[in-house]
Structures are given as structure tokens and as C-alpha cells.
């Protein structure tokens, strides 16, 4: 005779579903938004060497002229 799965089992099989297919949506935002982050860290670091590039040209005369002077 077939074992036929109680209606517990059911129950267990139908909430591991749910809960694995909860943490595979979480894996998926959390890697979405990982993504999204590692994208705005890259824009903030070329803003901040933009930044550094024209900070240095802005003070190069200065240096120059007091390098220049006796």
C-alpha cells in the first residue's frame, strides 16, 4: 500500500516552499541592491577624483609662484 502524506506534511511541504521562495526574493533584492550601491560608490569615487584633479590645478599656481620667490 502507497504511503499517502498526512495533511500536516502538506502543510510543511507548502510553507517550505513559500519560505524558500521568500529567501530567493530576499537574495534577489539584497543582490539588486548591492548592485545599485557598488553603482553609486563608482559615480561618488569619479566625483571625488574630478574633484581632487581641479582642487590640485586650482592650488598649482600658488605653489608655483612661492617656489618662485627668494
Known amino acids: 500500500m502507497r504511503d499517502i502524506p498526512a495533511e500536516s506534511d502538506i502543510e510543511l511541504d507548502d510553507r517550505e516552499r513559500l519560505l524558500i521562495e521568500a529567501v530567493v526574493t530576499l537574495a534577489r533584492t539584497l543582490r539588486d541592491e ?5 553603482e553609486r560608490l563608482r559615480e561618488v569615487e569619479y566625483e571625488l577624483q574630478t574633484l581632487t584633479i581641479r582642487l ?4 598649482e599656481p600658488a605653489e608655483l ?3 618662485e620667490t627668494p
Do not use: I, N
Open 56 to 59: 590640485e590645478r586650482r592650488s
Open 34 to 38: 548591492r548592485d545599485r550601491l557598488a
Open 65 to 67: 609662484s612661492a617656489a
